[in-house]
């Protein structure tokens, strides 16, 4: 199975600050000491051109050319950087080719991404480019340019924060169908409007959390039931663990695992290839927060095994993709 990485391209922070950089790096140490059958792939940049699939050309040329407001750095609460600019293109980049790949192999990584705060015109949240969005038009053009049909798409967001950002990009689009569930009180203040939204009381531990998962997800099948999607995004966020400093829900390791156990099995199901990104983590021990994702890496790769021994269509014309 193969995961794409940006971690080698760091930033600098403020001691103390909330955004857990150090976590990426340990993730793909941990990987490539521990999972041999991974195959890690370094991202490339997104180009400007690709941003600006899901992105104002205007938006994106103030952000490489560093001319954001304070206020828009405020609201994003990164400092900006040339090397901040370069790590947000290489983590759209590796989610692009999570997704390329994802379209060939059935399952493919990418070992941080979910940015889904940023806006069309705005980053938030430590967001500046929403990776999942930009992959999604990307891949659309793609496909249509290459084999002349619509690839329709679903982003399941398990982060314990709304895809705000993925929401509106996506608000007018039927060929984009966005799910998130979250937690009610937490970031942001002002929710979106998905197509499916599931909001989770404070405390929700493993029996409701999967309780509430299985549910949305029937009603997710249900409503594409005339459409079913060609590609899934999923955004496996650690942060719903109760062991997170931002997160509010009580889930154990266990309960975690089988979440993703269960998206994985319903999407391999109905024949959806996913491409994973890791998403939201804030542990108060960010050893706890690294472990999570290497649970949902461990259920990615089974279900990655049983994509390339089960009968499934291999779609040649999309082999160069993931070349």
């Known amino acids: 199975m193969r995961a794409f990485c940006s971690d080698r391209f760091s930033f600098s922070l403020p001691a103390g600050h909330r955004f857990p950089a150090s976590k990426y790096l340990r993730l793909r140490e941990r990987v490539a000491s521990e999972r041999a059958d991974v195959q890690l792939i370094e991202a490339q940049a997104a180009t400007d051109g690709e941003l600006a699939l ?8 103030d952000v490489t050319q560093g001319l954001l407001s304070p206020n828009a750095l405020r609201e994003i609460g990164l ?5 901040v600019v370069e790590r947000a293109r290489r983590s759209v980049g590796a989610t692009i080719g999570a997704a390329r790949t994802a ?15 940023a806006h069309a015109d705005r980053g938030s ?18 496909t249509h340019r290459i084999e002349r049909r619509l690839l329709r798409v679903l982003v399941i967001d398990l982060d ?7 929401a509106t990009i996506f ?3 039927p060929t984009v169908f966005t799910f998130s569930m979250h937690g009610a009180r937490n970031f942001p203040v002002r929710k979106a409007r998905s197509d499916l939204d599931v909001e989770l009381l404070d405390g929700c531990g493993d029996d409701a959390y999967l309780s509430a998962l299985d549910d949305a997800l029937r009603t997710v099948w249900h409503r594409l039931g005339d459409a079913p999607p060609n590609l899934a995004f999923y955004l496996a966020g650690a942060d719903p663990h109760e062991g ?5 829900l009580k889930l154990t390791f266990e309960g975690l695992a089988e979440r993703d156990r269960r998206v994985f099995d319903a999407l391999r199901a109905r024949g959806i290839p996913v491409a994973l990104s890791m998403a939201g983590g804030y542990g108060v021990d960010i050893g706890d927060t690294v472990t999570v994702h290497l649970n949902t890496i461990a259920e990615a790769l089974r279900s990655a095994i049983a994509w390339r021994d089960g009968d499934r269509m291999r779609v040649d014309s999309m082999k160069q993709w993931a070349a």
Request: negative net charge; proline residues 5%.
């Open 79 to 83: 400092p900006w950087s040339p090397a």
């Open 125 to 142: 949240g430590f967001c500046f480019f929403n990776d999942t969005a930009v992959a999604a038009r990307l891949l659309q053009a793609e």
């Open 244 to 248: 997170d400093r931002l997160g509010r």
């Open 160 to 166: 314990v924060h709304q895809g705000d950002g993925t």
């Open 103 to 117: 379209l060939v192999d059935g399952v493919a990584i990418q070992l941080a991404g979910g940015t889904h705060h």
């Open 54 to 61: 899901a992105h104002a050309p205007n938006y994106v040329h």
């Open 171 to 173: 608000a007018d689009d």
